[in-house]
């Protein structure tokens, strides 16, 4: 267990739904990334959070919208879902400093039919 | 800006040989480095990581890898390969950015899928 908690582990949906995945990030962390892993584009950065602000920004569609909570907790919102949005979806966190290197979750595994 | 880059998205190696996974990077201030494993249907785990102490740095399993400066790189290697390793491993680079408080910028490798032949 890494402490990073990822809920569902997975999802099916059709095409034009919208889905919720929720991240709670380890004890402590303040930061909250979420990366998209697909057989074809590999590990791609969504979006960053930080106790509660967006930080930076990826290659993150318009129809994908995220946020981060008080309690630090994360949620990433796909809407509009295509085909092509099928993909594992991870959530890390991390705390202060740069030499911590991330801690990511198990994973969504998201599957638009 | 800095960058990352794996040698080789597939590597094949036999049972009981050695592991080199190549990784090169780009930063224009000094970086911290990481290596992390993949297992099939797995998060991303840390191996090991630099943060500008020793050069040679151990991880877990058996992994070690070294922070060569003139090289630009941190190669990760480990003597004797085991079924168990097979697994994606990426190369990471991460660096602060001025004025913001600690927020650290991290970019990922491409990854290299290791198979290990019995």
């Known amino acids: 267990d890494s402490g990073v908690t990822q809920t569902p582990k997975h999802l099916i949906t059709a095409t034009g739904q919208r889905v919720t995945l929720r991240c709670s990030p380890r004890?402590?962390?303040?930061?909250v990334y979420w990366y998209q892993q697909s057989l074809d584009q590999g590990l791609q950065f969504l979006i960053q959070y930080y106790n509660g602000e967006e930080r930076a920004k990826g290659n993150i569609l318009e129809r994908f919208s995220a946020q981060q909570f008080p309690d630090l907790h994360s949620e990433l919102n796909l809407s509009s879902l295509e085909l092509g949005d099928s993909a594992l979806y991870f959530c890390?966190?991390?705390?202060?400093?740069?030499?911590?290197?991330?801690?990511f979750g198990s994973g969504t595994r998201l599957t638009v039919v | 800006a800095q960058s990352v880059t794996q040698l080789g998205s597939h590597v094949s190696v036999s049972e009981g040989a050695l592991v080199l996974l190549r990784c090169n990077y780009s930063s224009s201030v000094p970086p911290y480095l990481f290596w992390y494993v993949q297992y099939p249907n797995q998060g991303l785990q840390l191996l090991l990581k630099y943060t500008s102490a020793a050069t040679l740095v151990k991880g877990i399993n058996g992994f070690e890898a070294e922070f060569k400066k003139s090289e630009t790189s941190f190669h990760l290697t480990k003597p004797s390969a085991h079924m168990s390793d097979a697994a994606e491993y990426f190369c990471?680079?991460?660096?602060?950015?001025?004025?913001?408080?600690?927020?650290?910028?991290?970019?990922f490798g491409t990854g290299t899928k290791l198979q290990v032949i019995p």
């Open positions: 890390a966190s991390s705390g202060e400093g740069v030499s911590g290197g991330y801690t």
């Open positions: 990471a680079v991460s660096v602060a950015l001025p004025f913001s408080g600690g927020y650290q910028k991290v970019t």
């Open positions: 004890s402590g962390d303040l930061s």
